[in-house]
């Protein structure tokens, strides 16, 4: 910690810079205003669980600081334009553009570069509102379109395609390319077009700082951390200048990977961007610790600040009484409440809220009465509309459809219009309960009330009914929805289709997949994996096969969950190379064919005892990249160890640890296993020191011991007792019982008798009955003394 405080302090200019966060947030083309800050700060602020950042070292300085402004102005441009000698003229194909991704940095200073947290970067995300509300009108562009379309047609690309490609890129405009981003539902994607585009500039394209943003922004929402901070150090890199918010998306991808140390090391590249700090960075750390379960931390956080005059805000208190009703501590988080006029700082509506929302989840509804009449009486804030759809929406969520249904009848009579969202959620909930008759009723009432329901509200009671199997009523319920006025859309037959499926009519779910088109709907990728698992499940695996190809051809690929299920159907079946056609059909498509399929497959060879086809898939899963995991070594390694050839099992072994994979308890019990049957005692030794080596285990030996026992291998247990024994925990008692009752059953008692006394040296008592046995035997071959011995031991 204290190597990385001297470099900072040793430029106290950059450090300054970096401790003073503008007060205001700077836009695309200037500042908002203070009450746009205002009105956006709360919903972003807990839709962004941000940053976890590390304080104390950066506070012991900020304290003794002046508070100027310096370098402030240079937050209000969007960034500067690339310096030419930073030009890349290689060119890297589109589908090559991984490697770039998934590059490792070992180096300190780039694992520095991790992430950054700024809460008015949630707020600060402020500077891309305007893009989003030009989002829906750039995506009619036929342009954005044409490029959306060439690229969902990468995997069959050719020169021709990437030229065309590289064309339309030199005539988009930035928002065009910011939206061609967004439209990527896969931001893997969304990356490698990024850095593709980037690649080459001699066809007369750069990416505009604005596009750099949007990038940052779109991999905030995803957990491709590694991709956000190599686009962060690019713009540093190239001259781009960096805002508070690029470094806060860095750090929400940092956070949503869960990798909070990388998080906190954001710190040191803010400090040498100039970045400065502010209320809202400290309100996401508070929140962050707060989401990592250290409410100490952030209490002792919260201090820090004020020792700073850095005031806390009621977002920095809601955090708080958020962390205190996550462990359950509600008083302290209602007291916390009573203590911030106190300070300064009114609760507001969320604080009460949080509090109440954790009371609806443990069904305290006298708690949840009591904390509104309090809100009312001391904070002045009176229930409204806002307030009971929380709490009706609360309680619906944790499957308490009775006491929701109860506000919503306190919310009518207090004349606050509960809609259709709040009724659908009560429906919701009672129809996962079962409790169709009351969904219904209340959809009746919905109607007499003029609250005309919806597709949503149709949809929960129909999938209610098919959970509790009236599928027929289900039925009824689509057709009732026409004569309504409602039309049923593609979420409402696969609710249907999935009911019949589960009553073992798949046959008649693929009829009316068939019959989509007279219907009037639109069959998506859920609605054919439901109907084609129904199919598998009933065992008409030609009809499931024939189903996924016509899925295929309509664009829908399988999920690597609907291949595995399909894969596993046909090695039960003994249809090993139709198992091994299909997958690489599914490889050849463009399907997310995983190392699981690969896993299942091989596995379904090693079962039917052909060795040499399941090797041979691991050959084709390095060469498809396809990284095979413990799971897959473990079923070869078992495989060639029961077929005798251990040798082989072996340098498979040595591979995986090679490879970096870290063996299982199960590749452990395995391994053991075989070389024990096969009586390789000394080659099992060796190899399992070289494991140990890679992923502990501590019953290890213990495994050893009982496996050797079993196959009857006494000696070689015995030599083993000293590496157990080392420990002398419960599970080595029992070893050492399973080795004594080998010897009993053996016909060896003094052998018995010696393991019971090394386990009394090591402070170990062994089972009282099991000794009474090993006395009398030795009773009867006239070794009395060792008996009485034994015995006393144990007084």
Known sequence: MLSRVRKPLAKPRKFIAFLEFPTCICGINGEFTAQEITSTRRSRFFANPLAFIGPSAYY?????????????????????????????????????????????????????????????????????????????????DPLVREICRLIELRSSWNQKLEEELKHLLRSLKPRQVCSVLRSQTDEHVALKFFIWADQDWKYGYRHD????????????????????????????????????????????????????RNAMRVLSLMQKAGVELNLSICNTAIDVLVRGNQLKKA????????????????VTYNCLIKGYCDIHRIEDAIKLIDEMPLKGCHPNEVSYCTVMGFLCKEK??????????????????MPDQVTYNTLIHMFCKHGHGEEALEFLREAEER?????????????????????????KELVNEMFRKGCIPDVVTYTAVLNGSCLVGKVNQAKRMLKE?????????????????????????????????????????????????????????????????ELVREMIGKGFLPTPVDINGLIQSLCRAGKMHEAKKFMEEC??????????????????????????????????????????????????????????????????TMKMLKKGVDPTHVTYRAVIHRYCQMGRVEDLLKLLEKMLLRQSCRTVYNQVIEKLCSFGNLEEADK??????????????????????????????????????????QNLIPDLKLCEKVSKRLMLEGKSQEANKLMTYFI
């Not at 509960?418 to 009724?423: C, L, R, S, T």
């Not at 599970?731 to 080795?739: E, G, P, V, Y």
């Open 415 to 439: 004349h606050f219009c509960v809609d259709k969202v709040g009724y659908s959620a009560i429906v919701h909930s009672f129809c996962k309960a079962g409790k169709i008759d009351i969904a």
């Open 720 to 761: 083993l007792l000293g590496n157990v024994l080392r420990t002398a925990s419960r599970i080595d008692a029992k070893t050492c019982h399973i080795l004594m009752e080998s010897y009993l059953n053996k016909g060896i008692p003094l052998s018995a008798y010696k393991v019971a006394s090394r386990m009394f040296n």
């Open 587 to 652: 490889l050849n498509k463009g399907c997310a064919v995983n190392v699981v399929n690969f896993t299942t497959l091989i596995h379904g060879f090693c079962t039917k005892g052909d060795l040499e086809a399941a090797l041979s898939l691991l050959d084709k899963m390095y060469l498809s990249n396809k990284h095979p995991d413990a799971f897959t070594y473990t079923t070869l390694i078992d495989a060639l160890g029961k077929k005798g050839r251990i040798e082989e099992a072996t340098e498979l």
């Open 364 to 381: 305290r509804v006298k708690e949840v009465r009591e904390l509104m009449e309090k809100m009312v009486r001391d904070s002045k804030l």
């Open 209 to 260: 700082p604005v596009v750099y943003h949007t990038m940052l922004e779109v991999l905030s929402k995803t957990r491709l951390c590694k991709g956000a901070r190599r686009v962060l150090r690019l713009m540093g890199r190239r001259g781009i200048e960096r805002r508070p918010e690029d470094f806060g998306y860095v750090m929400v991808s940092y956070s949503r990977a869960g990798k909070f």
């Open 60 to 140: 012991s300085s900020f304290s003794s600081r002046s508070t100027s402004a310096s370098g402030y102005g240079r937050f209000k441009q969007m960034g500067s334009r690339v310096s030419g000698s930073q030009q890349n003229s290689s060119f890297v194909m589109f589908d090559d553009v991984k490697e770039l991704e998934d590059e490792d940095d070992d180096d300190e200073e780039e694992e520095e570069e991790g992430g950054d947290c700024n809460d008015d970067d949630f707020t600060v995300l402020n500077s891309f509102n305007r893009n989003r509300e030009q989002r829906e009108d750039v995506r009619r």
């Open 299 to 314: 209490l002792g956080f919260l201090a820090r600040m004020q020792l700073v005059e850095i005031a806390p805000n009621v």
């Open 481 to 545: 929805m026409y004569n309504n006025g409602c039309k049923p859309d593609t979420v409402s037959y696969t609710a249907l289709l999935h009911g019949l499926c589960q009553c073992g009519k798949s046959s008649e779910a693929r009829e009316m997949m068939n019959m989509s088109k007279e219907e009037l709907w639109t069959p998506d990728a859920i609605t054919y994996a439901v109907v084609m698992n129904g199919l598998r499940k009933e065992g008409k695996l030609s009809e499931a096969f």
